[in-house]
């Protein structure tokens, strides 16, 4: 089927052919008349005949025009005519006949080349049915509506004022009506309506955008050492991606009808390849120069769909243009009704889950980007209603061959939708500008339930087994977890001894950041093949940053003033000793770029570049400066260094024996009105016995249990 074959088009006609006069090498078709097999909409308007080719749509005089070939509106309804006499009742009865759906058609012979080009029409036409209309649904909302109509949903009618004047109340079976606003009730509860007004597109230029995007693209592909293919790149992305980000609802052998949807589908697969990553930030800025945005897009749910690939595009090339449309996007997912609650209208099972999966996809960049950047919300926190989505009806059917759990893909799509949750609470309760008002002790409460919702959540994982599987997104989910929590303790700690201060780790705080090191260090190579938020590289970011700040403290000697208390000697392990804990980070960091072309490896490296360049002057923190650079290696017992690695464990690889180990803290150092964790976080440390320094009171639950 040829890639410029509209959305919209219909099955091809039957096979009556005849040769349109001027062009005698196109064999032509004569379309039978009626509801299936029908002229273009064009051609029925000028009330011409509309040839069309053996290869199907578009029509020759479309492609001559250089119109868009649609079969959307359909044939005005026919008025039966009164009866005069019993000759004209028998004739239109006779006519009546003629015209129905289904007739019988006598078939010709045909030759292999024009039997092949029929039967290839034949599945187009009958999968474009079948998306519309499955079985005994209803017929699909989206893909229905006229490209000339804008839907635009009302969220709740508190009085008839709020419709059009004039407008006409239409059902899904109703003929369109195309000229004029109408109304339609989605909703199947009658006694709780909810209402679409479809409103008259304005008159733009008919500019194919997406096919000029998609040449571009093949283009650059063509370039590449080997070639891949779209069709290869599609099934990786249906493998990979859709199952842990749904964005589209496709069948294996099935490919998106849009083409700008298609072009991006294909770009994203490319993360998947590190053959292919170096030359995607290229690619994706010589196909982002040839859109044409011509304001006059229909609005679907293959829009919302484009919009978020682009959101989820890796690298970020712009933090700011991301939340610009971030919040298009969302006004447009919310006039398309993406935020309310759809399990009670009238289409397909399949436009329902898509529906939801869409809405939090819109959720999740809307927690994280307002989060990590801190910029408000776009979305309000009263005026959604949609669930979060069943793991069932995620997703599109993936390729079992990518994983045999491919299961958990959309399951750590279910639990990046209640982290996020997690998420825009914090963003909500403790980040905001009202809440900036707020007194410490309230703003820390806060931090410390959402930090206990995240802990039952990493328990939750746990308990069905999706951290410890191999499929695309769960490493992606459990790096966005674990890192979340690390946010959390410094939030926790900074609330309670000032922005920016350097702060003591207690031992529950140090494993806290060791779980997210253990679990970075141990990928695999495959891995980075896999599907990854692409806000993981500001979390990894943060994870680092927090990593310098513990290794600050480790570092800072013991001042000879008069101190107000004495520095107490906090122990750790080999493990989780911080300059260890950066140290293994950064390795495996750079082994992560240089050997995989990871490029969510970035923020981090260069944060710990930039603070390098800062500290390489003072001799005092020699040993931070070579845990940045991935060089500080831990003296053992007897006096020896371990050997270097890179960072990466394996599970073949045996635990490290752990060393204990100690430093001094100056907490004076730290400022006089600094009293440390001790009065800070409340019932997070009690005094413990003579000379055995501070107990951890609460129970950490350890990420896995054996």
Not at 108 to 125: C, I, K, M, V
Request: contains cysteine; charged residues 20%.
């Amino acid at each position: 089927m040829s890639h410029t074959d509209s959305r919209n088009h219909s099955q091809p006609p039957s096979d009556t052919g005849s040769t349109l006069p001027g062009s005698p090498q196109v064999q032509l078709s004569r379309p039978f008349r009626s509801r299936k097999n029908r002229p273009c909409d064009g051609c029925r308007r000028a009330k011409s005949r509309c040839a069309i080719p053996q290869s199907g749509p578009p029509c020759v005089e479309c492609q001559q025009m250089n119109k868009q070939c649609t079969f959307d509106e359909l044939p005005p309804e026919r008025k039966k005519p009164k009866p005069s006499s019993p000759t004209t009742n028998i004739a239109s009865t006779s006519s009546h006949f003629v015209e129905t759906p289904n007739p019988v058609k006598v078939k010709r012979p045909r030759s292999p080349d024009e039997g092949s080009a029929a039967l290839q029409a034949l599945s187009y036409a009958a999968a474009q049915e079948k998306r519309l209309r499955i079985g005994d649904e209803p017929m699909s909302l989206d893909l229905s509506i006229s490209p000339s109509l804008d839907p635009h949903f009302l969220t709740t009618l508190l009085t008839d004022d709020l419709l059009p004047i004039g407008a006409r109340q239409a059902g899904p079976d109703d003929p369109p009506l195309s000229e004029t606003a109408h109304i339609r009730q989605i909703s199947s509860d009658r006694s709780k309506p909810q209402y679409i007004i479809f409103t008259k597109k304005p008159n733009g230029p008919a500019v194919n955008s997406g096919r000029k995007q998609l040449g571009v693209l093949k283009t650059c592909l063509s370039l590449l050492d080997p070639p891949p293919s779209e069709d290869s790149l599609l099934d990786i992305y249906l493998g990979l991606s859709n199952p842990a980000f749904p964005l589209v609802h496709l069948s294996p052998d099935e490919r998106p009808h849009d083409d700008v949807l298609y072009s991006k589908l294909c770009l994203a697969a490319l993360n998947h390849s590190r053959r292919y990553r170096p030359s995607i930030a290229s690619i994706r800025s010589i196909v982002r120069a040839s859109e044409q945005d011509t304001g006059h897009e229909p609005s679907r749910l293959s829009t919302i769909s484009t919009a978020l690939l682009d959101l989820s595009a890796r690298p970020v090339s712009s933090v700011e243009a991301n939340y610009v449309l971030l919040a298009r996007t969302i006004a447009q997912g919310q006039l398309l009704g993406l935020h309310i609650n759809s399990a009670n209208w009238a289409i397909p099972a399949w436009e329902k889950d898509l529906r939801h999966a869409l809405w939090w996809g819109l959720r999740i960049h809307d927690a994280w980007i307002s989060f990590l950047n801190s910029r408000p919300s776009h979305i309000q926190a009263n005026n959604h209603s949609v669930p979060i989505p069943d793991i069932v009806g995620v997703s599109s059917p993936p390729s079992a061959h990518y994983a045999p759990d491919a299961v958990r893909s959309p399951q750590s799509f279910v639990y990046l939708c209640r982290l996020s949750v997690l998420c825009s609470r914090l963003q909500a309760q403790v980040c905001t500008l009202a809440s900036s008002v707020l007194v410490s002790a309230q703003r820390l409460s806060e931090v410390k339930a959402i930090e206990e919702e995240t802990q039952l959540l990493l328990a939750d994982v746990h308990r069905d087994e999706t951290g410890r599987a191999s499929s695309s997104g769960v490493a992606s989910l459990l790096i966005s977890l674990l890192g979340f929590r690390c946010m959390l303790r410094r939030i926790s700690i900074e609330l309670s001894i000032g922005l920016g201060s350097p702060f003591t780790p207690d031992p529950a705080t140090l494993e806290i950041f060791c779980e997210a090191v253990d679990y970075f260090c141990g990928l695999n190579a495959h891995t980075y093949d896999e599907f990854w938020l692409n806000y993981v590289g500001h979390i990894l970011s943060s994870l680092t940053s927090s990593l310098i700040r513990l290794s600050l403290a480790t570092s800072a000697s013991v001042t000879n003033l008069s101190p107000q208390r004495p520095p107490y000697t906090i122990q750790a392990s080999s493990r989780t000793m911080p300059l260890t804990m950066l140290c293994r980070l950064q390795r495996a960091l750079q082994a992560a770029k240089r050997d995989h072309f990871w490029d969510l490896a970035d923020p981090a490296l260069k944060r710990a570049a930039s603070v390098v360049t800062c500290l390489k002057s003072s001799s005092e923190y020699t040993a931070v400066v070579a845990a940045l650079e991935g060089t500080y290696e831990v003296p053992q017992s007897n006096g020896s260094l371990p050997p270097k690695s890179n960072g990466v464990s394996t599970p073949t690889q045996n635990p490290p024996v752990e060393h204990q180990y100690g430093w001094n803290i100056d907490l004076n150092a730290f400022g006089l009105d600094w009293s440390g964790a001790d009065s800070g976080l409340t019932n997070m440390w009690v005094p413990g016995a003579a000379n055995d320094g501070h107990v951890l009171q609460p129970n950490i639950m350890p990420m896995y249990t054996d």
